[in-house]
């Protein structure tokens, strides 16, 4: 099952309708305030689910910590189907302020571990700004499959000096489980190259105030990046 041409990731505050990763796919943000993202078991501290219209289906997954399984520190996240045959995806969320990394290239990294995944996992990222969205890479063109002991992956995107939010995640589409620890940001060169798939930044002056609007309550960094952080 390929990753789904179009698919909406729901943060707090902000609705970002994404499109594939394929060639000649494109990637959009709208810029009004969503409604409440999915409430799901097991979710992370500081982390949440695509909320309702995403193409996300939680009942077709499981969410959790494992701290069995784990690449350092005492927890890793986990996404593991619990359908014969899952529909959709599954996904960890987070979004956060964009001005620390303005004008700056940044890597998100982190450690994957599958166990017979028959699509993909992988990280994503995306930013956003003018109205609509100027980077974005699911790791559709290298995604993880299969049975795989911890290894270290990248997505990295550049912030222009007009970006509000960057929202980041894990995902999960079909059969198997993949688990991720050891998340984190940096700044980088330009000698790292960037990863992002979208052809052309999309921009829309119409939707540049409320856009700005929705990530001002957003954190300004982001959070529970080792999994380390417990709910009160």
Known sequence: MPWPTRYLIVLPVVVVACRSAAPGASTRAAATPSAP?????????????????????????????????????????????KAAAPRGFMALVQGFQAETYRGKRIRLSGYVMTKDVA?????????????????FDNMQNRPIRGTSDWTKYDVVLDVPANSVGIAFGFLLQGRGQAWVDDVRFDVVGTDVPSTNT????????TKVEAQARGWASSPKQPVNLDFERVKP
């Open 37 to 81: 993202v999915s409430a799901v078991a097991g979710m992370p501290e500081g982390w949440s689910a695509p909320g309702p219209g995403s193409g996300a289906v939680p009942e077709d997954y499981e969410v959790g910590l494992d701290r069995t399984v784990r690449h350092g520190g005492s927890a890793s996240a986990y996404i593991k189907s």
């Open 198 to 205: 979208m052809p052309a930044p999309e921009a829309d002056s």
């Open 119 to 135: 699509d993909t996992a992988g990280l994503w990222m995306q930013v956003q700004g003018g109205g609509g969205a100027t980077g």
